[in-house]
């Protein structure tokens, strides 16, 4: 992957100190911190759509709202990953970062409205446990999963085209499976990831890349 750093060698002949524990945990706080302004930014709206009741009605009576929200957010964060020049670049890496959180905010608004409060609260509280669980088990663990780029990719397509299926054909096993499987895909993404952010293994972020480890880090 290009964004990656290859080796330590690299460092040495530009004379960076990227292996430097201070400059990595500040890559580290500062990747968090964009995380936690994305949530922050993601509840407030999702919030405001859930118990605002005029905006409540504008999703409930617009169906197409929630397809913008996600040609938005697949388009922001093809840009992001896919154009590393970007990605990096001060400040229309944090522009594209500042539309994909909203479109995502949208997007999660659209689906929030069919469930109830107490749901939410659940799906919450379950998705904040996994993500400390895994979190532990990416910096504590001995094995490397930052070769697993290719193979996550194929994954994701595979479920793609699984929920392309699934949509044509209305089958609870079928269902049951897509749901499973892209539960288990994120899950090593957000390992995949977190491992790259706090470096120490064959592959990391560069220092550069602090738009991009946050985008993954939300979207696993």
């Known amino acids: 992957m290009p964004f990656l750093r290859r080796s330590p060698s690299e460092d040495l002949t530009y004379g960076t100190d990227w292996d430097d524990d201070h400059t990595r945990r500040h890559f580290i706080s500062k990747v968090c911190s964009i995380v936690a302004l994305q949530m922050a930014v993601t509840t407030i709206i999702t919030a405001i759509f859930l118990f605002v009741e005029s905006a409540n009605d504008l999703l409930m009576e617009n169906s197409y709202i929630k397809w913008i929200a996600l040609a938005g957010t697949l388009l922001t964060s093809l840009i992001l990953i896919c154009c590393n020049s970007v990605a990096r670049k001060v400040p229309i890496n944090y522009i ?11 997007g999660v608004s659209c689906m929030s409205i069919y469930y109830t409060t107490r749901l939410i609260l659940y799906a919450i509280g379950i998705t904040l446990a996994i993500c400390i669980a895994l979190s532990l088990f990416a910096i504590f663990a001995p094995c490397d999963f930052t070769g697993w780029g290719p193979y996550l990719c194929v994954l994701s397509i595979v479920l793609v085209l699984m929920g392309l299926l699934a949509f044509f054909i209305r089958n609870r096993i079928l ?3 897509y749901c499973s499987l892209g539960l288990i895909i994120f899950s ?17 972020f560069s ?14």
């Open 96 to 106: 594209l970062l500042f539309l994909f959180t909203g479109f995502m905010a949208l």
């Open 175 to 177: 269902s049951l499976v």
């Open 207 to 220: 220092e550069d890349d602090y738009i991009i480890a946050a985008l993954g880090l939300v979207d696993a």
């Open 188 to 204: 090593l993404y957000l390992v995949y990831d977190i491992q790259l952010m706090v470096g120490g293994r064959r592959n990391e």
